[in-house]
């Protein structure tokens, strides 16, 4: 079983995050049965962008790191106080410790920026969101990245994208990583994406 931790921050975008629970629960049931997702969180009970409540099944604390095999970050929003979790020492060690081990990082959007901020994408290609009104993409550089503005961009085992319309795919890139390109065609083809 491929054990997926999806690290959640306050005020992260529900909708990013629903692609990698849906996409990987797909998988568990209907795909080749070897994926597995657990929603972590710094605190017990955290609010989206939109102010919808979640509760994350264990909090960081309750979390041995070595049993995951990837690491999932979902996106978000400032004024939601996304960066105060997403730039918080422990999230950033979080990623560290993927790294270090050579495991799958994936994010969507903004979800890239704590990578930056952990030193894990210095000299490497990363995106992030790319709105011509939106200073994040600078912000992504500045942490020393290379930035592609394009939709997706594959660097090793991390995986960033540039918004939300990005979401699915890159859940889906995730599982093929994690699995096969055959499974994932499948689960795609059994969620209706043809």
Not at 39 to 45: A, Q
Not at 65 to 83: H, K, N, Q, R, S
Request: proline share 3%; aromatic share 10%.
């Amino acid at each position: 079983m491929k054990k997926v931790l999806m690290l959640l921050s306050n005020g992260f975008e529900a909708v990013e995050a629903s692609v990698f629970t849906d996409v990987l629960g797909w998988n568990k049931l209907e795909g080749d049965g070897t994926t597995d997702l657990v929603t972590v969180g710094l605190h017990e009970r955290l609010k989206c962008t939109w102010n919808f409540i979640v509760q994350p099944e264990l909090t960081l604390d309750q979390v041995n790191l070595d049993d995951y095999d990837a690491l999932a970050i979902p996106g978000g929003f400032e004024e939601a106080g996304f960066y105060e979790d997403a730039y918080d020492q422990r999230f950033l060690d979080v990623i560290k410790h993927f790294h270090n081990k050579n495991k799958i990082i994936a994010t969507i959007c903004v979800g890239s920026l704590p990578l930056g901020k952990s030193g894990i994408l210095n000299g490497r290609k990363a995106t992030t969101y790319n709105h011509p009104t939106s200073k994040r993409q600078g912000q992504l550089k500045d942490f020393g990245a290379i930035v592609v503005n394009e939709p997706i961009v594959v660097t090793d085992n991390i995986i960033t994208s540039y918004n939300p319309s990005t979401a699915f795919e890159v859940a889906f890139t995730l599982l093929e990583m994690l699995t096969s390109k055959d499974n994932c065609i499948h689960v795609k083809e059994l969620m209706g994406f043809h």
